[in-house]
């Protein structure tokens, strides 16, 4: 997979692409993932991103001719390596929000195109041309798209086969089956006098299947029961 991070602020998305599970997929040659900075698309001497929005009001608006010859560029490239651009996919918050189902999803592409906003967002030209999903990590606001676009390659990278050490484990997590995931404990067996269920000792993999599976039912129904089809 190949995953193109178009944003204002590269600094901001080096460092975490640089650690753990992102770095070991790199590594792996498992995913291709590129940072570009907008500046670098600019014409202008002041490598201007950014201008006042039309009609007034505060803040700032990134600017269509930078965003629009960076994606082109992308794309060009994308063609002529014969890895074709599969989505163009803006963070924002007004963006469907961002569940397992599409990380899933996602995670069968190719090639991702993922545009940052930042300041007051991107000229509306952008959105109806050259966007073609709209994806939000939640429903509140922050300062840039740059930290939703690791939390969706992080989200989607960590599926990708090979990736993981056990090839199950992304299988399990919450949210895969509509559940969340069961408790989970390690060594040692006692702890500050609070044992480890003891179904999880006996090596009864049926009845520790089962226990889990009652502790997925049991955890949604208590913090998450709009996830049940019964709700």
């Known amino acids: ?111 991702l195109v993922l545009l940052a906003g930042h300041y007051k967002g991107v000229d509306q030209r952008i959105r109806d041309t050259l966007i073609t999903r709209e994806v939000s990590i939640g429903d509140y606001v922050l300062s840039g798209g740059e930290l939703p676009a690791l939390v969706l390659t992080d989200a989607v990278v960590r599926l990708l086969p090979g990736v993981l050490g056990d090839a199950t484990s992304a299988l399990s997590d919450s949210f895969q089956d509509d559940l969340l995931d069961a408790p989970v404990y390690t060594r040692p067996a006692e702890f500050q006098g609070a044992a480890v269920p003891s179904v999880l000792l006996s090596g009864d993999h049926e009845r520790i299947a089962a226990w889990r599976e009652e502790q997925r039912l049991k955890k949604t129904r208590e913090r998450r029961p709009d996830l049940l089809p019964d709700h």
């Open 1 to 111: 997979m190949r995953i193109d991070i178009v944003t204002a602020l590269p600094d901001l998305v080096y460092g975490p692409l640089q650690q753990s599970i992102l770095l070991r997929a790199i590594r792996k040659g498992l995913v291709d993932i590129r940072v570009h900075d907008l500046r670098a698309y600019t014409t202008d001497k002041h490598r201007q991103i950014d201008d006042y929005p039309y009609g007034g009001g505060a803040g700032m608006v990134l600017k269509p001719e930078p965003i629009r010859a960076c994606i082109d560029a992308l794309h060009r490239d994308a063609e002529a390596s014969g890895l074709p651009v599969d989505d163009v996919i803006f963070l924002t918050p007004d963006g469907d929000v961002l569940q397992q189902r599409l990380a899933n999803e996602l995670s069968l592409r190719r090639h």
